[in-house]
């Protein structure tokens, strides 16, 4: 299983990124897709989940200015950023929860982040 991110990049603060982050590979089915984010010297802290069936959470520092979706079809997650903010510079990270053979069991897989930087 693959998990590639795009999307990043420098933007200045109030601006606005679209991240995506496609799976590949040997995936029979996927349940929860996430974006984490890492800031330096900062532990890897959850951004926002989204389920299988569209149900979201955010974390309370980006309620209102990012929207997680997903298109299933298509095995991508999405995470629109709007209003960024100083705060928000971080290495992204999209995470899945995913079978490779039906009735194994689930595990978690992790892309190779992608770079957010806010210039102010």
């Known amino acids: 299983v693959q998990l590639v991110e795009s999307g990043g990049g420098l933007v200045q603060a109030g601006g606005s990124l679209r991240l995506s982050c496609v799976a590949s590979?040997?995936?029979?089915?996927?349940?929860?897709m996430a974006w984490y984010r890492q800031a330096p010297g900062k532990q890897r802290d959850l951004v926002a989940p989204?389920?299988?069936?569209?149900?979201?959470n955010y974390a309370d520092s980006v309620k209102g200015r990012f929207t997680i979706s997903r298109e299933n079809a298509k095995k991508t997650v999405y995470l629109q950023m709007n209003n960024l903010k100083p705060e928000d510079p971080a290495v992204y990270y999209c995470?899945?929860?995913?079978?490779?053979?039906?009735?194994?069991?689930?595990?978690?897989?992790w892309g190779q982040g992608t770079q957010v930087t806010v210039s102010s």
């Open positions: 989204i389920t299988i069936d569209g149900i979201t």
């Open positions: 590979g040997n995936i029979f089915s996927i349940s929860t």
């Open positions: 995470r899945i929860w995913a079978r490779t053979t039906r009735g194994d069991m689930e595990y978690s897989y």
